[in-house]
């Protein structure tokens, strides 16, 4: 079975016979893959009832819940070692808010996001004034999801101001390649997406 | 009347009756020395007895869950959108059993059946029969049929709450829990409902306490009247509008008391034709098993500590517009499984038909009892090949 490949390098970094959360787990893709590679067990969260058939389908434990309504009542304190958000979190109504949230549950996660700070993103917006439309961002501005984009430095100076520690970050292109020598220099010029390890300090 | 079965149909089907003499001591104290209890199977019963799956049934449900008993019923069975070849509940894989619970009407002990031994009916002198109590009996059925452990338990409303009983009363007998538009206990609106309704049947004068059988008669305007309350619960305010809205059955007002709108002509058809069908004792007695349903309360009112007993896995399914057990209730069953580290999947449906949801084969929801129903028949495989 082939991974895409945010979710190949995510699997890497966590550790076999974990448990997991996935917040926004899609078609539960990630979660099996690491149960039948890595023996790991867990939930995921999803909102759209035909991902959630396909959750069931592939016998990946999915509740359904709305995200912006936060996961407190579910989850008690450290009940994971890791949650996972994939390409989620710029879709969230208070997303500060759910990182709270997500690093009380479990003392490590792993997110990831669009880059606003991608240089196609920075021309489209600098010079042709008009909000950017790329890969990883496809939907214009009145009918994208994403209502809190950020670039990598938004991100960490989140991560700052509410005492998150950065273990690893990585960025990567739209097919999720994995990054050329530009995106180890300038990763918030030539990142398309970021994928964050992050813990509580 | 069906011209010919449909294929996706179990078909004609005859119930069974099963005797018991072994007494059976219920929660109320009192001992039924002797009982019968109907039931109906769909499917076959695998070599090793593995594909077992019960049904247990709502307030005014019984054992014909699926089919027809003959060719000139106009209905088939109250949840033919779920039992069949080919539905998720699929009889080329599971052998189904349903049966009617004590206190019933519909053949099993209950009110209308005569006390043994004597040629009264029970009437009112029938005990109080609680949740637990019922899944009392269904286990001493499953003796009797020779099953170890069933490969699912699957219930709606108040069969949810069996199912959650099961889970936590015999953990060990069951793989998976189906738990549909129910609820942890019930809340005091719950309560209040089911209140009017026992009032509406007491206070009929054909109701003479309850012996009301003795006499020839029935409180018939006191069984509709409950019917009636009990059918707006199962709506949604979305689902009447859609269906009646404020239309007129004569096309003009009447300036009277009888039926103007088509909304009161329907309830009052629901409310009479469930008068032949239905005993008012046995309603009365299914509204307090409702009420008194509350599993946690044996375990500190700790619905995490009830179901760290449980073994099963669980689907739990709730439907957006169910505002008699809302889907705040199955978050709640939801939740206290997640604490209590239980293997669990939880889908709200969007729906517009309220309570009454869980009886109609929903495009989504199908699929999700689908999905999850194949994966109890993988755990078949599974528990032959071990």
Redesign the interface.
Known sequence: MSLRADLSLISEWIKPGSRILDLGCGDGTLLKYLRDTANVSG?GIEID??D??????S???????DLDEGIN????ADSFDYVVMTQALQAIRHPEELLDEVLRVSSDAIITFPNMGYWSGRLQLGLGGHMPVTKSLPNHWYNTPNIHLCTLKDFENLCVERSIRIIKRRVVDSRHKHGNWLMKIWPNLFGEIAIYHITKK | MPDSIPENSVGLVTPEVHHFDEPLLLDCGKTLEQYDLIIETYGELNADKSNAVLICHALSGDHHAAGYHTMDDRKPGWWESAIGPGKPIDTNQFFVICLNNLGGCKGSSGPTTKIPGSDRFYGPDFPIVTVKDWVRSQQRLMLRLGIAQWAAIIGGSLGGMQVLQWTIDFPSLLRHAIVIAAAPKLTAQNIAFNEVARQAIMSDPEFHEGHYLEKNTKPKGGVMLARMLGHITYLSDDSMREKFGRELREGKLNFGFDVDFQVESYLRYQGKSFVDKFDANTYLLMTKALDYFDPASEYNDNLVDALKKATAKF?VVSFTSDWRFAPERS?EI??AL??ANR????????AHQGHDAFLIPIP?YM??FD??M??VA?DIDEVKSS
Request: hydrophobic letters at 45%; one cysteine or more; aromatic letters at 12%.
């Open positions: 939930f009832q035909q959630i058939v396909k959750c069931i389908e016998d990946v434990n999915v509740i359904h819940a009542n579910y989850f008690d | 689907l978050r939801s939740q997640v604490a293997e669990i999947s939880y889908v709200e449906i969007t989504e699929a999700a999905a999850y194949n994966k993988r």
